[in-house]
């Protein structure tokens, strides 16, 4: 069996069972035309295509609906981080400048003391004075 034979048999098959079909529609009478209605007819349904056009138009609406919101909340986030950074960077600045500050006044103390034993120094002087 080759690919043609395989693919022109579903084909035939279809084609007969739709002649079957037609062919049996076209023998049967039609149906009694429908009494006047009292009321007004429902309107009637969309078309496919009318469907299609609303799908389409809200798909559009959603996408711009979530593509906003997905704008607005990397916008807050952005300022969330951005904000969180300079906090960060404000106390890292302090630690450093107090750490700073103690290293100088460490190197103030041990001067004090290496000058209260040089001669000449107004530290020495200043320790003998007391």
Not at 42 to 57: D, Q
Not at 80 to 88: E, M, P, V, Y
Request: proline share 10%; net charge positive; aromatic share 2%.
């Amino acid at each position: 069996m080759n690919k043609s034979f395989a693919r022109t048999v579903p084909a035939v098959l279809a084609l007969a069972l739709a002649s079957i079909g037609l062919s049996a529609t076209a023998q049967t009478p039609p149906p009694p035309p429908a009494p006047a209605p009292a009321m007004a007819a429902p309107a009637p349904a969309p078309t496919v295509t009318e469907r299609a056009k609303e799908n389409t138009r809200e798909a559009v609406d959603a996408t711009k609906s979530g593509s906003k919101k997905a704008y607005n909340a990397t916008k807050r986030t952005a300022k969330k981080a951005g904000n969180a950074t300079k906090r960060t960077a404000k106390k890292t600045g302090n630690v450093v400048e107090n750490a700073g500050h103690k290293a100088a006044d460490g190197m103030r103390t041990a001067g004090r003391k290496i000058g209260e034993k040089v001669p000449g120094t107004a530290d020495y002087e200043a320790a003998k004075k007391p």
